[in-house]
C-alpha cells in the first residue's frame, strides 16, 4: 500500500501527537485538582487542551478515526518496552493499575542516581497554560500553516514549562527514568514510521570522518574554533533541509529540543514568514532559558546562536517514506548532496565573505541569520586584507585545491525491512522494533558498507604530479611544494617567509615582493602592515584547510562573533582594569590640559 498520509497531513498528525498527554499527566492521574479540562481520564484533558489551543488560533479541527489510530500506535511505538514490561507488573486478575505514587528522576544508565521532582503549584500550572495559548495564538492565519504551528509548539512546549519554574514531570511514575516531554517528542518522531498501515521509514546515520585531525590542527584559538564550528555548520546544514520538509523531531542525535542552532534558523524562518509576534516571544523565552544556564545573552545587541559549535561530526535521523524518499538510494543521494552544498556555503563565506543568492532553504536561512548579526566597525584593513589574498585562491590553479576538502559517510537503514524479519523471528515484535533498528540494524549496514577506508582527499595524481598550483604563492619554482605547518598533511598554498630586521621578526623579501602584488600596498603602511602579521604569522605556511579555517575565523569575527577570550584579551585584562581605573579618577577631578589629554589617549 502507498503512503497515505503526506505534506501538511503529516505536521497536523505530529501536532496531535505532541499533545495525545498532557504536560501535567502524572498529576492528573494522582490529584483530581489538577483535573482542569476533563474529568472523564488523561487523554481526553488532552483533547480539551488540543482544542482550547486550536480554538484560540480560529480552526476547528474534527480528528478523524484513522488520525486518532495513528497518534495511539505512536504513543505505543514510543513507549517501547516500558509499555510491554509495565502491562505485566501492574496488572492483577485482568485489572491495570496506573497510580503509584512517585516523584524521583531515576538516572536510566545508572538508577541509582535520581533526584526529587517536587510539588506542583496549581495556579503556576494555570499559568503555563495561559501562556501557551497566548504564543499560540500569535500563529493565527486566514490559512492555517500547519508546518508553522507545529514548529512553534514544538519550539515553545518543553521551553516555556521550565522557564515557568515547573518541576520535572514523569511520563510514568511506574518507570520513572524519562520525563512526559520524552515521551511526547519521542511520539512525534515515531509518527514518521506510521504514515502507511504498516512501519515504514529510513534509519539514517551521517557521520564525518577524521573530525580530529581537522579540529586539533590548530596553533591559534581561532583555528580550532573554526575547525569545530565548521564540522558543526556542514552537519548542521546537511540536515537542516529534511528537518524544514518533515519536522524537528526527524533529528534523533543531536536532539532539535532546546538546541540553539534549530532556534536560531527556526525564528529566521518565522520572521521570514513574517510572523514578527512569535518570534519575538521565542527569542524572549529563549533568552530567558539561556539566562537560567547562566548563559545571559541579554546584553547582546543581537541573539548569536550559532556561536558556540555544539553539533558533532555525527547525527542520526529518522525519516518517513515517500515519493520523494522512494528508496535507500534516493536518501543517500539526497543527504549527500545536501552535505556537498553544505559544505560549499561554508567555503563561500570563509573566501568571499558572504553567502550569495541560492534556491536552497538552508542556504537561504543561513544568510537571513548572519544579515541579522550587527557588523563590527573599525576592521577595514582585515576586510581588505581577506578579501584580495580570497580572490587570488579563487584562480583556476588554485581553487583546485579546495574542493573536496571534506568526506561523509552515509547508513541508511530501511525500517520496513527490520520489521518484516521482527514479526517472524520474534513475539512481541512492534515493542522491539526501533531498538532493534538502532542497535542491528544500523550495525549491519556499517559492517556491509565499510570494506574500505576513507584516507581523505589526494593531493596528487597517480604519476605524482601536484593535482594544484601549490607554488604559486609560496615562492617556491614550478611543480613544488612544501607541507603545511599546522597540520603537517597537506601541501601549502600559501606561505609567509620570516627573517629578522632590525632585531624584530618580520616578512622575507621574496614574500614582501608576493604580498605587494596581491595586495598592491607599500610596505611603508604600518596599519596595514602590522594588521596582515596579526592575520598570518612570518614563518607559517598554510595547507587548503588550515587557511580556510583561519579565513572562517576571521570573517565570522567581523560579525557579531566573540566565540573566545583570545591571548590577546588575557594578555591586556590586567592593563585594561588598570586604565579603566585611571579613567575614572580623571573624570571625577576637576578638569585640566594635561589630564584631559591623557583621558582623550586612554579612552581611544
Known sequence: MGVRWKGEDIFRLKFLALLHDPPHKVWYINDEKFRYFSKKGHEEEARKLRRILLDAIGYDLEISKEEDKVVKRADVLSASFDRWLITGMYSKGGEKYYKFQYDCLHNIFM??????????????????????????????????????????????????????GLPTPLADTRTPTHTIFDHLYASATAINLLLAEKPRGYYVMIDIPGVQKIVNSSR??????????????????????????????????????????????????????????????????????????????????????????????????????????????????????????????????????????????????????????????GRGEREMILDKISKCLREDGVKKAFENLLSLRVYVVDVEEIYSSLLKDRKGGDFLLFDTVVREGILDEILSKDSKVLFGKPWFDGNGEPLAEYWKYTSLKEGDWIPCTQCLREPSILR?????????????????????????????????????????????????????????????????????????????????????????????????????????????
Open 111 to 164: 538508577p541509582s542516581e535520581k533526584e526529587r521532582c517536587g510539588a506542583i503549584e496549581r495556579d503556576r500550572l494555570l499559568d503555563f497554560f495561559e501562556e501557551l495559548k497566548r504564543f499560540m495564538v500569535n500563529l493565527r492565519r486566514d490559512v492555517l500553516d500547519w508546518r508553522m504551528l507545529y514548529n512553534g509548539l514544538y519550539s515553545i512546549l518543553e521551553l516555556l514549562w521550565i522557564n515557568e
Open 220 to 377: 591559534k584559538a581561532g583555528d580550532f574554533w573554526a575547525g569545530s564550528w565548521m564540522i558543526s555548520m556542514v552537519t548542521w546544514m546537511t540536515a537542516w533541509n529534511l528537518i524544514w520538509e518533515y519536522g524537528p523531531d526527524i533529528l534523533i542525535t543531536p536532539t532539535c529540543r532546546l538546541n540553539p542552532f534549530y532556534y536560531a534558523f527556526l525564528l529566521a524562518e518565522v520572521r521570514a514568514a513574517g510572523y514578527r509576534r512569535v518570534a519575538e516571544e521565542l527569542e524572549k523565552e529563549y533568552k530567558k532559558f539561556l539566562k537560567s544556564l547562566g548563559l545571559d545573552a541579554l546584553g547582546r545587541d543581537t541573539l548569536n546562536l550559532l556561536e558556540t559549535p555544539l553539533i558533532p561530526a555525527t547525527a542520526t535521523l529518522l525519516l518517513p517514506k515517500d515519493e520523494k524518499l522512494r528508496d535507500k538510494e534516493s536518501v543517500e543521494k539526497k543527504v549527500r548532496n545536501d552535505f556537498r552544498r553544505a559544505f560549499e556555503y561554508v567555503k563561500t563565506l570563509a573566501l568571499e565573505g558572504r553567502l550569495r543568492e541560492s534556491g536552497d532553504p538552508a542556504y537561504e536561512t543561513l544568510t537571513k541569520i548572519l544579515a541579522s548579526l550587527k557588523k563590527k566597525g
Open 496 to 604: 609567509f617567509g620570516k627573517t629578522f630586521r632590525n632585531g624584530r621578526l618580520a616578512y622575507d623579501r621574496r614574500t614582501e615582493k608576493m604580498l605587494r602584488k596581491i595586495l598592491g600596498m607599500s610596505f611603508d603602511d604600518e596599519r596595514v602592515l602590522r594588521e596582515l602579521m596579526r592575520i598570518f604569522k612570518p614563518g607559517e605556511a598554510l595547507g587548503p584547510l588550515c587557511l580556510l579555517k583561519r579565513l572562517l575565523y576571521l570573517r565570522l569575527l567581523s560579525r557579531d562573533f566573540s566565540p573566545f577570550e583570545t591571548v590577546e584579551d588575557i594578555a591586556f585584562n590586567w592593563f585594561g582594569g588598570k586604565a579603566s581605573k585611571i579613567v575614572g579618577d580623571l573624570k571625577g577631578r576637576e578638569e585640566r590640559a594635561q589630564d584631559q589629554e591623557v583621558l582623550e589617549y586612554l579612552e581611544r
